[in-house]
């Protein structure tokens, strides 16, 4: 039987005090918690809040890797906190690498936009590796917290998006992690099996000390 | 105090029986549980298992919405199963239209690679309404299960990336729910409000019968 | 061996500092987070904390839904708050109707304690519609972010309770996201593929603009 | 700008292999895994996967507790499977009492519907007891994993339904984890501190041996 | 091909605004939540949040059950709040007893270091005893929230790690809700199946009122 | 009042088709899936399902690092299936070491049983080393997926025990992901900023190719 609706009807959900919380956009300003920052007042969250421009600009791939990774993790755009999920630009100029690194806390899809990229990632398994070469449109899932990188192999410049499952998926360069800090050579030598002379020589160039 | 290798060192870490599990490639030929799809044997895995091209082709737009929805989800692309992450390519032609649709189970990240995009989603407290024009390399988030749309105001097609929290975010269009099953046109009407008028024409425009 | 106490033991578990956390009271004056309010301080908890009476009283259904729906999430009953679960109370006066909804954070299950209720959800796939009338005593489980709906059919009212999988499951009413707020009568004619009549109809009855 | 829709149109999302996945009905006859039991292949599932009358019928009451709990975990309404939530009734005549007992995996919220209850739980912190009395539509929650329990103390029954923040929340009633069983007399006096005497009696009344 | 690093290379990657959030060190002066206390700033953070040294010395055993619970949750080393994971020591002096006890929000896994220790837990289903001999080196599984307990059998003090999938386990001891409280004695006699004679002595040993 | 119990009474819950599932240990007959292996049926499980002996060997350390970790992951020990929680032992001789690695789904807590260990790990945000000199019964703590090392600084061997907060944490040691494999040299070279030279000397020492 239809209802015919002639007049105003009253609110049929009444939430007597505080809000539904469709959301959580991030208040950097306040403590936040292993879940994620806390909650910017919901009266002050505009559109704006939800949407991110700082993707759209070319990342600087005027340096030794020819390469940028311009994040858009809660820490930049608080619009994502707690929603499980944030994204990054990739600019990979001619010869771009980024290099072998990890993201401690999300698995990764990476959708190429422009150019080629050559990917791949090293199971813990094994330390079986998978390797392809990825072309525009072309989608590739990186596994969480595995080893990967991305070059770019071919003669023009590259772009891709990687998304994470994760607001904060981290990212752990392991040649910063190893020489770009005050990790005494012995030590690392020790614990990476690396030669001195080869640490020193990356500390030289990534400005690590000791 | 750096130590020499000079001789093939055993194995560190021996796994006696079964497998380290990195990730679980879905095989869709077994049965599937409420976290996803079986794992696939890791010795039958391959790259290409990570890597999906069904992205790389233009949905076909030559339909009423001037829209397609290219999904890689775990059913599509069964590397992502149980990686909390998937991703989707939206083709918008002139006039193209997304309509209202939730995700159930995943918040979404969508990046425009072309054209301009206006969107928008409606919070479920207070139903309020946050609209905005994407342009290209903008990055808008939709939070888990909320009505959200996407249009092409432009005079050129759009294309863009949509990311899920989820290897299987699901896709709910409220049209498609409401008017392209049997669900009865009385029963409709009654717990939508929408005129019996309305019903039937939507009804014949996408299909459903009752 | 049976082991005799005659006499005071002493304590067994010391907590130096800090409180073991069996709950966490929501205390609705601090910031919550991506997981909820931040906790009310246990010195100050008691056995209130942990119940409702909100319930316990009908809701008003001399609207012309003629239903009510009272909830006991975490904003009205701070007890729930972190523990993933609340619950609401439905009352469905004769001809009473609950329209299309979703609840974006959660599954829902409803046991009706009085009289008929006519329920129904559409799964995303393929749009397949689960329709079931439901006598006292029945239970029926709806999941997480699909739409459905609960009518009375009977003579006599109904009542029924609803418990979710969340503190916070939310609730997205879809007449109300469409049609109760400033959301643009063309923009909707062009993302819900509705006749601008209906559209200014319902925005008449429900309150909309624009 | 409005769209008319003369025609058909065709299908927006093409889901090419397998299925869209918005629940996981229990197919009990396949293995379960940590997250729950394997799905029941969609094309079978139809509306009653959904719905479960066992509630419906007040518990036998007829015991020497005077108490009954009816579950409706996965195991009995598969509907539920991987969805977070589950049901149970409690039919407590005159006198009836649910001894002390614990649900190992999930919160609850306790709604009474006839009668009253006299409810308690005790914190894992200094052993906090909280206690209530609780009226027909009072609602309380009981944290996951703390001892509690529930008595009439009226002069004519209740009933009141429990939901649970999981599927299976699993029960664990203190009296029959001691006393009906085989675990050896001495060993539960050890670990217990109970007399010999008052476990030989209770095992005597539950059944239990050594 | 090779690349050869002569020169700094810039930074990577730019964390704007904010800190990439490996960890939370639990500040246990700020307001806690759901999921943990708030993180102490990241520049506070040193490596001695990362260490706890109050496992090191034996826990008094000179007490009647002859054995004492050392944790290490959030409270007492806030380095793990918010990472899943907690540890406590074990100490057994001869005929020492943990008696039963649950943790509602985590399984456990016991490594005996020094003695032995005879371990049991019961399964919610069938009442099901589970009982073991541990030496020196042996591990044994205690699924979540399940009562179990470890006695010394030996002619030796015993000593064990156990580790929690939680920051915050909990530890609820049967005897200590029952006996250490003001929990009415007829009140636990009529929920419990003890006799009031029994719940009077216990009280009288550790300490509980009414 | 004081409820006497004179008589057998009977079951109070009755589970009417299937279990209630307590734990799930792992079949690894059976396929698995991403929350882990399929449940072996509970007919069949014994109290030998959650004991391990594994651990109470110490690993061989007659190898160049001197040094070995022996898991009992859910491959070892499908006990801990699905309880979010594992275990494995370290032994380091005198100058053993555990170099660099990651575990990429879990955080872990180090315990040290015997002599000393010295540990350290590297945060992704500005690459701050943690280190510590830890002794027996000292703890600590590594959060998820970030770089870390433990090395036996003594002049006696060193034992630890480290537990993890999933059953099946994944360990992904740096130097097998570079060099124990075949990715190519001039790849590598590419991506981790190492010489081919000493690429082509570790490669050598643990058997890699190309």
Chains 1, 2, 3, 4, 5, 6 share one sequence.
Do not use: W
């Not at 919380?21 to 559109?47: H, R, W």
């Not at 993201?103 to 422009?114: F, M, R």
């Not at 080893?147 to 994760?166: D, E």
Request: charged content about 10%.
């Amino acid at each position: 039987m239809y209802l015919p609706l002639l007049f105003i009807f009253p609110l049929l959900f009444i939430s007597s005090q505080g809000s539904v919380q469709d959301f959580c956009v991030g208040d950097l300003s306040l403590p936040n918690g292993p879940a994620g920052y806390s909650c910017k007042k919901s009266s002050k969250v505009t559109e704006n809040d939800f949407v991110y421009h700082g993707l759209a600009i070319a990342g600087n791939t005027t340096n030794i890797i020819k390469a940028a990774v311009t994040p858009a993790f809660d820490a930049q755009f608080p619009g994502v906190n707690g929603l499980g999920i944030s994204i990054a630009r990739l600019d990979l100029a001619v010869g771009g690498v980024i290099p072998f690194h990890t993201h401690p806390g999300a698995s990764e899809i990476l959708v190429v936009i422009q150019g080629t990229i050559y990917a791949g990632f090293i199971s813990s398994f094994d330390n079986v590796v998978y390797l392809k070469t990825l072309n525009k449109g072309d989608v590739m899932v990186f596994p969480q917290g595995l080893l990967h990188f991305q070059v770019n192999p071919s003669k023009i410049p590259a772009i891709a998006f990687a998304s994470f499952g994760s607001s904060n998926p981290g990212l752990q360069i392991t040649d910063f992690a190893f020489f770009k800090n005050d990790l005494p050579t012995e030590l690392l030598a020790e614990t990476s099996f690396l030669d001195v002379a080869q640490i020193k020589k990356l500390k030289g160039v990534l400005g690590g000390t000791n």
